[in-house]
C-alpha cells in the first residue's frame, strides 16, 4: 500500500496548452480520492502522469516514499482501468487477465492461482474462455477491473471506469466498486466527470476545473460548503442557485428578499442557496420568502424538481467567464431558481409559490473572485 | 486521377426507401420483369468478357502446336492433351525454375513482413527526430518510376557481386515503401489504449509489437504478403536484367519466355507452363482470404 502525492505538478502540451497547473494533493495510504470536473479540466492528465503515460512538466509525483517521476509505468507497481477497457481482444478473458503476470516472469502455477482467486471474487470463472468480443460491457468492465486486480498493485488507477456502462448497471458498479475497496483496502484515485459518481464513491473528492484544483475535501463537505462559485455550480444537481445581492449594514438584499448576516462585509455578494434549502410555505411565514413563479415542474419519483423564477436584480458583476455561466439566469429583472420538494408537493406550471430560505444553508461568494466568503 | 475518384455511374433508379413525398409522387414498387437484377444483363457478358484469355489459355494447354496457330483460334479442340503439362515439366527446367521463384519468392515476402513491420511500428509510434520527415521522404520514393532507379540499382547489385544469382533478385526487395506506408496507417488505427495497458502491465516494445499489434494487424499483414508474393512471383524485368546467362538461377518467368523464340514460339507450352506457375498464388489467395475481413482490434473496448 502507499500514498500518492502530487507535489506542485504541472503538465504543459506542446502548443503552450496547459492541462494541469501546479497540482498539489496528497492520497492518502488506501484512500479512495475521486478526481472529478468537467471534461477538459485535466483530471485524466493528472492520472495519466501517475501511471507514467504522461510526462510531468514541472514538480514531483511520488508513490510511497520514491518520487516516480522518470520511472517507467511497469516500475510503479500500479495498475489502470482505461474508460473504453483496453482489453486485448485477440486474448482469452484467462489470458488478459494473466498478461501483466506473466510479463512480469511470476511462475506459471502463481498466475494460475491468482488469476483463478481474482475471477472467482469478480464473478468471472465462467468466463475465462471467452474472449472479450463475446462479452456484454459490463462483464468486459469487470474484466478490466480484474486485470488490474490481478496484479495486486500499489496503487489502483481508474479513469471513467464506468461511464460506458448503461445507468442500471453503472448503480450496481459503483457500489460493488464500494465494496472492492473497502475489503482491499487499496489506494485508489478514480477520475470522473459525473458528480453523482463523485459524491457516492470517494471518501475525498477533489474537485478540478482548467487544469487548477479548486476544492479537497470529503464529499458532503464540499457540497455543504463549496469553496467558490465553480464548485457550487459543479457539485450537486441540480446545481446551487446562484443568486445577485448586495449587503449593507448585516443585511443582504436580494430582489425584495432581506436576509441578516451580521458579518458579511458591506457590497455586492452572491449568494448561494441549495435546491432543498428553498421549500413552499403558507401566507403566514414570518422569515423571508421568495415569490416564485412556477414554470416546468419535474416529478421524479422520490421528488419533485421545480424551475420558476423569483424577483432579482441584474447586477453588473465581474467574474470569470465561466462562473457567469452559472449564474442564474436572468430574464429581465427575474432570476431563475430550481427548487427541491417532496413528492407530494406538486406546485401546478404557472402558479406562485412562496418558498422560505433556510438560512443556515446560504452561502456567500465575492462576485470579484468567485470565492466563498468566510469558508469553512 | 479524376476517372478514378468521380462516383460511379449509377443508373436512375428510385431508391425504394425514398418516402413517397420527397418526389412529389407517390412511388408504387415497380413490376418485375426479370427474376434477375437488370444489371446482370450488363454485369454478365462482362464477366464473360474478363474470363476469355483465361479460358483461352486453358484450352491453348491443352492443344497442339497446330491448333494453336490455326485461325479463327479454336476454342474446343477435339482432343484434350494434357501430356502438355508433362512434356513442360520433362523437357524444360520447369522445376528449378519452379523453387528458384519459391525461393525469392518466399524469402521476399518473410523479410518484408519482418522489417517492414518494424520500420512501420516506428514510424506509427515511437516518436523521434526527424520522423516526419524520413516518412515524406519514403513516400516520395512511391512516386519514382522503376526505369529510373532500374540501372543505379543494377550497379549496385553488380558491385556486391550478385549478378546471376538468386540473390541479385531478393537483395533490393528485402523491405518495401509500399509496405512500410500500409502497414504504419494501419497501425495508427489501433487503439493506442492498448498498448498503454500493456506498457503498465509490463511488456517492452518489442513484447508489445510481437504480443499484441501483429496479432491484430493480421488483416493488413495478410494483405501485404499476398501483394508482395504476387509482385514477386510475376516480376519478370529485374531478373531478365540481372540474370544474365546462369541458366540454373532462371525464375519462372524468365523460363515461361524462353518458350517464346524469335522465330518460332510453342503457345502450347507457354500456356501449360503459365497455368502450373499461377497455382501458388491461387492457393495462397485461397488461404489468406479468411484474414480479408475487418480486424478485431475494437473488440475489447466499451460496452
Known amino acids: 500500500m502507499a500514498r500518492v502525492v502530487f507535489d506542485g505538478v504541472t503538465k504543459v502540451y506542446p502548443g503552450a496548452v496547459i492541462a494541469v497547473e501546479d497540482l498539489t494533493l496528497e492520497v492518502a495510504d488506501a484512500e479512495f480520492l475521486i478526481l472529478v470536473g468537467p471534461s477538459g479540466c485535466g483530471k485524466s492528465t493528472a492520472l495519466r502522469m501517475v501511471a507514467g503515460l504522461e510526462r510531468i512538466s514541472e514538480g514531483t509525483i511520488t508513490i510511497g516514499d520514491r518520487v516516480v517521476n522518470d520511472v517507467p509505468p511497469k516500475d510503479r507497481d500500479i495498475a489502470m482501468v482505461f474508460q473504453n477497457y483496453a482489453l486485448y481482444p485477440h486474448m482469452t478473458v484467462e489470458r488478459n487477465l494473466g498478461f501483466g503476470l506473466r510479463r512480469r516472469r511470476t511462475p506459471r502455477d502463481d498466475v494460475r492461482q491468482r488469476v483463478d482467486e481474482v475471477s472467482r471474487m469478480l464473478g468471472l470463472d465462467e468466463l475465462l474462455r471467452r474472449r472479450p468480443g463475446q462479452l456484454s460491457g459490463g462483464q468486459r468492465q469487470r474484466v478490466a477491473m480484474g486485470r488490474a486486480l490481478v496484479r495486486e498493485p500499489e496503487v489502483f488507477l481508474l479513469d471513467e471506469p464506468l461511464s460506458n456502462l448503461d445507468a442500471k448497471l453503472r448503480v450496481q458498479m459503483r457500489s460493488e466498486l464500494k465494496r472492492l475497496h473497502d475489503r482491499i483496502g487499496v489506494t485508489t484515485i478514480y477520475v470522473t466527470h459525473d458528480q453523482v459518481e463523485a459524491i457516492t464513491l470517494g471518501e475525498r473528492i477533489a474537485v478540478l476545473s482548467e487544469g487548477v484544483l479548486q476544492q479537497v475535501g470529503p464529499p458532503q463537505d464540499v457540497y455543504d460548503h463549496p469553496a467558490n462559485v465553480f464548485v457550487a455550480g459543479f457539485i450537486g444537481s441540480p446545481p446551487m442557485n446562484l443568486l445577485r445581492g448586495r449587503a449593507t449594514g448585516g443585511r443582504i438584499t436580494v430582489g425584495e428578499v432581506e436576509l441578516v448576516d451580521p458579518q458579511v462585509p458591506e457590497g455586492e455578494v452572491l449568494v448561494g442557496i441549495r435546491p432543498e434549502g428553498l421549500r413552499p410555505v403558507g401566507e403566514d411565514h414570518a422569515g423571508p420568502v421568495f415569490e416564485v413563479c412556477v414554470d416546468v415542474v419535474e416529478p421524479l419519483g422520490d421528488e419533485v424538481l421545480v424551475h420558476g423564477s423569483i424577483e432579482g436584480p441584474v447586477a453588473d458583476v465581474r467574474s470569470r467567464a465561466e462562473d457567469e455561466a452559472l449564474l442564474a439566469d436572468d430574464e429581465g429583472d427575474r432570476a431563475r431558481v430550481t427548487l427541491r420538494l417532496p413528492p407530494e408537493e406538486r406546485p401546478k406550471p404557472g402558479s406562485r409559490l412562496r418558498a422560505a430560505i433556510a438560512q443556515h444553508t446560504v452561502r456567500l461568494f465575492d462576485p470579484a473572485t468567485g470565492l466563498a466568503i468566510r469558508p469553512r | ?303
Not at chain 2, 249 to 264: I, K
Request: one cysteine or more; proline letters at 7%.
Open chain 2, 1 to 303: 486521377m479524376s476517372a478514378v475518384t468521380e462516383a460511379p455511374v449509377v443508373l436512375a433508379r428510385p431508391d425504394p426507401r425514398s418516402l413517397p413525398g420527397e418526389t412529389g409522387m407517390v412511388e408504387r414498387p415497380r413490376r418485375r420483369f426479370m427474376p434477375f437484377d437488370p444489371w446482370h444483363l450488363f454485369l454478365a457478358p462482362l464477366a464473360v468478357v474478363m474470363l476469355l484469355p483465361l479460358m483461352w489459355m486453358v484450352v491453348t494447354s491443352l492443344e497442339t502446336q497446330a491448333q494453336t496457330f490455326h485461325f479463327p483460334p479454336i476454342l474446343w479442340p477435339g482432343t484434350l492433351r494434357f501430356e502438355n503439362f508433362a512434356n513442360v515439366i520433362r523437357e524444360s527446367e520447369f522445376g528449378t525454375w519452379f523453387w528458384n521463384t519459391t525461393v525469392v519468392t518466399v524469402t521476399i515476402v518473410l523479410s518484408n513482413l519482418v522489417l517492414c513491420t518494424l520500420a512501420a511500428y516506428a514510424f506509427a509510434r515511437i516518436r523521434f527526430l526527424g520522423r516526419g520527415v524520413i516518412y515524406f521522404v519514403l513516400l516520395a520514393t512511391l512516386m519514382v518510376p522503376l526505369q529510373v532507379v532500374l540501372i543505379p540499382t543494377f550497379l549496385i547489385v553488380k558491385d556486391l557481386g550478385l549478378l546471376d544469382r538468386l540473390g541479385a533478385l531478393i537483395v533490393p526487395h528485402l523491405a518495401s515503401v509500399f509496405g512500410i506506408f500500409m502497414l504504419t496507417q494501419f497501425f495508427r488505427t489501433l487503439p493506442i489504449e492498448l498498448e498503454e495497458a500493456a506498457r503498465i502491465d509490463g511488456a517492452s516494445r518489442l513484447s508489445i509489437l510481437v504480443r499484441i499489434v501483429v496479432p491484430l494487424s493480421l488483416p493488413a499483414l495478410a494483405t501485404l504478403a499476398v501483394i508482395q508474393f504476387m509482385w514477386t512471383w510475376n516480376e519478370f524485368l529485374w531478373p531478365l536484367v540481372t540474370i544474365l546467362t546462369n541458366q540454373s538461377a532462371f525464375t519462372l518467368q524468365l523460363g515461361l519466355a524462353t518458350f517464346q523464340g524469335a522465330h518460332q514460339s510453342q503457345w502450347h507450352f507457354v500456356a501449360a507452363a503459365n497455368i502450373m506457375s499461377m497455382v501458388p498464388i491461387l492457393v495462397l489467395f485461397l488461404l489468406a482470404q479468411r484474414y480479408f475481413v475487418r480486424g478485431i482490434a475494437t473488440q475489447g473496448l466499451k460496452g
